[in-house]
């Protein structure tokens, strides 16, 4: 008998707040298939100690999970699943996931939504748990054009960054992928990762965060010339700026 899926609520670790669903503060994109958390640390193996804080490094994975597969993974709160569905969470080789795509825009192919279902709690405490999940379907990033139908729906409102703010922002590029990031003195932030080739710009990946969020979105969002002509505008020269 497989084992059973199990409930998990972990709340903010600086704050008072209570533990919640990813896209709670804000609804996510209407062009997004997938929507999930970023705040999903994945382990190589099963680390010594499971660490619960900030302080003691682990061993972070470089490997994709893989559909059937049982992993461990450390979720920073706030974070609540019931259980009954797989949550999604963004997996990012371990790189790109302790300093940023930003710094190794070379891992962006590399990145992935991954469908999890949680099976036990192995440490919790401090805003942090260990969990022990079984991987039930996985989605790299570089199959998001192809897997999913392309749709024009919503805006980039929310991804350039707000005029008349002063802000830091950055962006990348490698193999067909640029990266884009904005963030007002590390309080909040827009990110995303979208193809740059000959047929033009679309968006991939989307996120969003806060200090009481880390969310995520996945699908195939193509930019209008208008579009990317903000895009461009907002982010004029590649490298980091701010």
């Not at 900030?54 to 490997?63: C, G, H, V």
């Not at 997996?91 to 930003?102: E, I, M, Q, R, V």
């Not at 999940?133 to 999913?148: D, G, K, P, Q, W």
């Amino acid at each position: 008998m497989p084992d059973m899926s199990i409930a998990v609520s972990v709340p903010c670790p600086t704050s008072s707040g209570c533990a919640r669903p990813a896209w709670s503060e804000s609804p996510a994109p209407h062009w997004a298939a997938l929507a999930g958390t970023a705040r999903v640390e994945w382990a190589d193996g099963s680390p010594p100690g499971l660490p619960l804080g900030t302080s003691e490094p682990f061993p972070r994975s470089d490997s994709l999970p893989l559909p059937g597969e049982e992993r461990v993974a450390r979720i920073r709160g706030p974070f609540l699943t019931d259980g009954r569905v797989p949550f999604w969470a963004l997996f990012a080789p371990a790189l790109a996931a302790l300093n940023g795509l930003d710094e190794h825009p070379e891992l962006m192919r590399n990145c992935a939504m991954a469908a999890c279902t949680p099976l036990s709690v192995l440490a919790q405490g401090n805003g942090y748990a260990w969990l022990r999940v079984r991987v039930e379907e996985v989605t790299e990033i570089v199959e998001a054009a192809h897997r999913f139908l392309p749709s024009t729906a919503g805006s980039l409102e929310d991804l350039l960054p707000p005029r008349g703010i002063e802000v830091t922002s950055s962006q990348a590029a490698s193999g067909g992928l640029r990266y884009y990031d904005w963030s007002i003195q590390s309080n909040i932030g827009r990110w995303a990762v979208c193809t740059d080739d000959e047929h033009g710009r679309a968006i991939l990946l989307y996120g969003e965060w806060t200090h009481h969020q880390d969310d995520v979105a996945l699908g195939h969002r193509p930019l209008s010339a208008a579009e990317t002509a903000l895009l461009r505008a907002a982010w004029p020269g590649l490298g980091r700026s701010g």
